[in-house]
């Protein structure tokens, strides 16, 4: 390797061991393996809110929500067996809902079909003026999402919304690494760009 040259270990960083809760659902993971349907349902209960946010923030159809994440959860259920504990399941799960969002995206754009309302996301708000203004910055943030292509709004959704590194968005995607760092930087130009067309901000 040359002097210049950087090493894989220190462009993409280490990953921090797996958390407690991360633990849990490894050893859920192994009893669903083991064909323990009730293991199953416990994943699914620690996961399903997890998975309709996201799935929100990437589809943004109320009508099409719950049977998207039906969808992820069968979908799951056929993966689980090649899951051999190599990355975190956080990241193999979210690598099944960036599948099922990608599919219905790229559906529903071939029909060129009109936005839909914005998913109700729980609040626990009680103040009616600031659910009213959350709800339209919702509105906002998903017409902004709407403008990007399927895999750039995937890509921005994880790292921006769901905490995700782009190491971690590469796995979960099956992408390339510098791919995803590019997506990454387009996604974030054209969000801006269009948040600043939707609320009439001067550049």
Request: glycine share 4%; charged share 30%.
């Amino acid at each position: 390797m040359s002097a210049g040259a950087l090493s894989l270990q220190r462009v993409i960083p280490t990953p921090a061991p797996p958390t407690a809760a991360e633990l849990k659902l490894m050893r859920l993971v192994e009893r669903v393996q083991q064909d323990d349907l009730t293991a199953f349902e416990e994943l699914y209960r620690l996961t399903r809110d997890e998975v309709a946010r996201t799935l929100c923030h990437l589809v943004g159809r109320r009508s099409d929500l719950e049977d998207l994440i039906q969808e992820t959860y069968l979908r799951l259920l056929k993966a689980v067996p090649r899951y051999k504990g190599q990355s975190r399941f956080r990241t193999f799960l979210y690598g099944v809902t960036a599948n099922v969002a990608l599919m219905h995206l790229r559906w529903w754009r071939r029909r060129r079909e009109d936005l839909g309302d914005v998913p109700d996301c729980a609040s626990e708000g009680r103040d009616p003026e600031a659910v009213a203004q959350a709800a339209e910055a919702a509105r906002l943030v998903q017409r902004a999402l709407a403008t990007m292509s399927a895999k750039k709004r995937i890509v921005f959704v994880y790292h921006e919304l769901c905490d995700m590194g782009p190491e971690e968005i590469a796995e979960a995607t099956d992408t390339p690494y510098n791919t995803v760092r590019s997506r990454l930087h387009h996604a974030r130009m054209e969000f801006t760009a269009a948040m600043r067309g939707l609320t009439g901000a001067q550049s």
